[in-house]
């Protein structure tokens, strides 16, 4: 097999107010009457107008997992929170000082230097603000409640908030929003995860919550990093999300950078229908070029892949001992490719050994020595002309590559575009619509 098209090589080897009154006269009642007409008018001119057809909403409560199975954690109160117990109502504030949570033999313990409290026959232990809640977990700072909920042998943490208050916690981990210049992307990227949230509202990963707060949904870090712009663009865009023409919300996509060419994967709606969003000639352009990650190149060595193997299991570890020390072949195709150029399916062959490997596999057995997966499935694939068992991936992009490219918003924010220009760019089938 040759490397020359980038897709295959052989090495041989050894290593995110009412008025009343009475009437005198005639005169005077016209008078009042008068009086009571101007200020019916001057009442309804105070009450707030509400668009035609539009049904107010109020805010959603959005239930964020921070952990699944809590051994132990710091938690400590900024303002005044109450915990209702079946003996008592706690007040609990930051003169408490910080409680040392455990979970153990089957009893959760908050022991701080001035309160203790051992909880045993319980399924849901709730700290509410009594005004607008911060609290610290594990030293990172929050909003709302957290809520400890017992599922089996389990704790579940759980932080309750305001939508916009867990938006201004995801977006600063989404795309850079210290630029006034970025402003445009930022309220894009700002309505992009509104909607992803909007979506996991109404389709929860769990019982207990809506939504994961790493990489399986969204990055959310609470108020870990602040930025003004990020606040204003929650506050600009509040209650916007892109639903389709029937008016259902979509489990929306983005990535970092596209690196010339996007993914035209299919979107999930409300209803459960696939529908590709994304703009059929939206490769004329290209608008990441900013992106530090537009091109890169990686360095492995047929070693660095036997590890890896070994590491997900695909390998056998005695057997790679062996292989290492007495040397092997190692054959690397490329299967196919989508769309998009991305590797779909790669194949390796150790010996007479076969390993198939697909779409998030192959970043996985590509990682560096310190776990780092490849950027993205965009690369070719190029032998070293002076080590056998040296290779290099010469890629493009960082991400899957499947919706808003947050870098080529970026590009188009500096062109001078808005972000509904950015977001119709992106999502030319979906509408800008107002939910709350």
């Not at 192959?362 to 056998?388: E, G, H, M, W």
Request: charged content about 20%.
């Amino acid at each position: 097999m040759s490397d020359l098209d980038g897709n295959s090589l052989i090495a041989h080897v050894t290593r995110e107010y009412i008025f009343t009154s009475q009437k005198r006269s005639y005169r005077i009642g016209l008078l009042f009457c008068g009086a009571i007409l101007l200020l019916i008018w001057i009442g309804c001119a105070k009450k707030p107008i509400t668009p035609t057809g539009v049904v107010p909403s109020p805010i959603p409560t959005i239930r964020v997992c921070l952990e699944e199975q809590l051994a132990s954690g710091s938690l400590n109160f900024l303002t005044p929170y109450q915990l209702n117990l079946e003996e008592a109502v706690y007040v609990l504030d930051s003169t408490v000082g910080t409680f040392q949570v455990s979970w153990e033999n089957r009893h959760l313990t908050f022991r701080s230097r001035s309160r203790f409290f051992s909880l045993e026959k319980f399924e849901r232990i709730e700290f509410m603000p009594l005004e607008k809640g911060e609290f610290r977990w594990r030293g990172n700072l929050y909003n709302g409640k957290i809520v400890f909920t017992k599922n089996g042998n389990s704790i579940i943490i759980v932080n309750e908030l305001l939508l916009p208050d867990y938006l201004k916690g995801v977006v600063p981990y989404e795309i850079p929003s210290h630029s006034e210049e970025y402003y445009q992307a930022i309220v894009s990227q700002t309505i992009a995860a509104a909607t992803y949230a909007y979506y996991a509202l109404q389709n929860p990963a769990s019982p207990f919550f809506d939504i994961y707060s790493d990489n399986r949904d969204q990055i959310y870090q609470g108020n870990r990093i602040k930025t003004a712009l990020v606040d204003k663009a929650v506050l600009e865009s509040q209650g916007l999300v892109l639903l389709t023409v029937n008016d259902q919300v979509v489990k929306l996509q983005y990535h970092s950078t596209c690196g010339g060419a996007i993914d035209h994967f299919p979107l999930t709606s409300t209803s459960g229908n696939q529908s590709n969003f994304i703009h059929d000639s939206w490769n004329d352009q290209v608008n990441c070029e900013i992106s530090p990650q537009f091109r890169w190149v990686r360095s492995f060595t047929a070693q660095d892949l036997l590890d890896n193997l070994t590491k997900m299991d695909l390998l056998n570890a005695a057997q790679t001992t062996q292989w290492k020390n007495q040397g092997y072949s190692l054959e690397i195709e490329i299967v196919s490719r989508n769309n998009s150029g991305r590797v779909e399916k790669m194949k390796l062959k150790v010996y007479d050994q076969e390993i198939l490997l697909s779409n998030w596999q192959i970043r996985q057995v590509l990682a560096d020595r310190s776990n780092n997966l490849l950027p993205s499935n965009l690369f070719i694939i190029k032998r070293s002309q002076k080590k056998p068992d040296q290779f290099y991936i010469v890629g493009a992009g960082f991400g899957h590559g499947r919706g808003m490219c947050q870098w080529g918003a970026i590009g188009l924010a500096l062109r001078g575009n808005s972000y509904k220009d950015i977001l119709h760019f992106y999502y030319p089938d979906l509408k800008l619509s107002k939910v709350f």
